[in-house]
């Protein structure tokens, strides 16, 4: 079953404005990370926030984390037409088997140039 | 540096054929080794992971199977394919890091 589930599923925004994306999970996580899709290709990891970190920076890109709420957020600010990707949230389930990301359904963004 | 390659890039097989898709690593050694597939604008599911030679786990019980016959290397495989097992499968890697490293994908269309 898909531990992460984002919303919106689908995001078009103007160029320079901002887009946020959120993610819920289900189970306690270690830390969870969010990756970028251009269509038909494979996933590109972005940014990792771990479960004892509330915020993180990274250029444009902003992640919160809310353990309380099980949730997380992504924000691109000043979205440029070369944002316009699928983002998916992932939590890892650590076990004798590694570190298994979970990812969720994903949010397709769009940005008009 | 490491570099994942994932090959053929799309392929047309009719039902009932085999397959056999290929997924290689390099630049790092004994890596966890994962196979995702994905539908037309859904998330990932994880179909197959190892962390070692013929360590396979898998995660959904299906007409696919999976293969480690060395260490950077990972082979998903079909005796018969069904139509319901077109998609995209993306194949990634992690190392001692929780980040995951993908590779382009294949886009399968069983006709």
């Known amino acids: 079953s898909q531990q992460g589930e984002e919303d919106p599923q689908a995001l078009s925004i103007q160029e320079g404005e901002n887009a946020t994306m959120n993610c819920s999970y289900k189970?306690?996580?270690?830390?969870l990370q969010w990756y970028r899709q251009n269509s038909g290709r494979g996933l590109v990891h972005l940014i990792l926030?771990?479960?004892?970190?509330r915020e993180k920076h990274s250029g444009r890109l902003r992640v919160t984390l809310d353990t309380s709420k099980k949730s997380s957020s992504l924000l691109i600010t000043a979205s440029r037409a070369a944002d316009t990707a699928s983002y998916f949230c992932?939590?890892?389930?650590?076990?004798?088997?590694?570190?298994?990301?979970?990812f969720g359904g994903g949010t397709r963004l769009m940005v008009k140039p | 540096s490491q570099t994942i390659h994932q090959w053929p890039a799309t392929l047309v097989q009719p039902v009932g054929s085999p397959l056999s898709l290929e997924c290689t690593v390099e630049?790092?050694?004994?890596?966890?080794l994962y196979w995702y597939r994905q539908a037309a604008g859904r998330g990932l599911q994880l179909l197959f992971y190892?962390?070692?030679?013929?360590?396979i786990s898998s995660e959904v019980p299906q007409n696919l199977s999976a293969s480690r016959p060395q260490d950077r290397q990972f082979i998903l495989s079909s005796k018969k394919l069904l139509l319901s097992d077109s998609g995209f499968y993306l194949c990634?890697?992690?190392?001692?890091?929780?980040?995951?490293?993908f590779g382009q994908g294949t886009r399968l269309t069983v006709v």
């Open positions: 990634a890697w992690s190392g001692t890091t929780p980040k995951a490293f």
């Open positions: 189970t306690s996580i270690n830390n």
């Open positions: 926030i771990r479960s004892n970190e």
């Open positions: 992932a939590t890892v389930r650590n076990n004798n088997a590694g570190n298994m990301l979970t």
């Open positions: 630049g790092t050694s004994n890596p966890n």
């Open positions: 190892s962390v070692g030679i013929g360590q």
